[in-house]
């Protein structure tokens, strides 16, 4: 069973940045196995994918973060990270950190993370 950790949510300004980490155990070499992906989910609204990172190392980003926010991993500390610039109060939701089954095609939501908070005030 994979279990993933979220951390680095906080309270920012409009226009501040913010640094998420994924902290991944329970197998080995997680996330150079997997697809590994940032959700996010606020209030009333659906939950929605951010920013996914393939096995391969490609990655994909919602249009609303696109040029604002990078998805990278460190493979040698399983951990996958999201930096968010440039942020709007509409980023203000909780993020969830996904991963896929190993080696899996077309799977980024196998396992979750609780999440953690991100505020961000005008």
């Known amino acids: 069973q994979v279990q993933l950790v979220e951390s680095g949510g906080d309270s920012v300004q409009v226009g501040g940045s913010l640094g998420l980490s994924c902290v991944a155990s329970?197998?080995?070499?997680?996330?150079?196995?997997?697809?590994m992906g940032w959700f996010r989910q606020a209030p009333g609204r659906e939950r929605e994918k951010v920013a996914i990172?393939?096995?391969?190392?490609?990655?994909v980003y919602a249009d609303s973060v696109n040029g604002r926010f990078t998805i990278s991993r460190d493979n040698a500390k399983n951990t996958v990270y999201l930096q968010m610039n440039s942020l709007k109060p509409e980023d203000t939701a909780m993020y969830y950190c996904?991963?896929?089954?190993?080696?899996?095609?077309?799977?980024?939501?196998?396992?979750w993370g609780q999440g953690t908070q991100v505020t961000v005030s005008s």
């Open positions: 990172i393939e096995r391969n190392g490609s990655t």
């Open positions: 329970g197998a080995i070499y997680v996330t150079s196995s997997r697809c």
């Open positions: 996904a991963a896929g089954r190993a080696y899996a095609r077309g799977d980024c939501s196998a396992y």
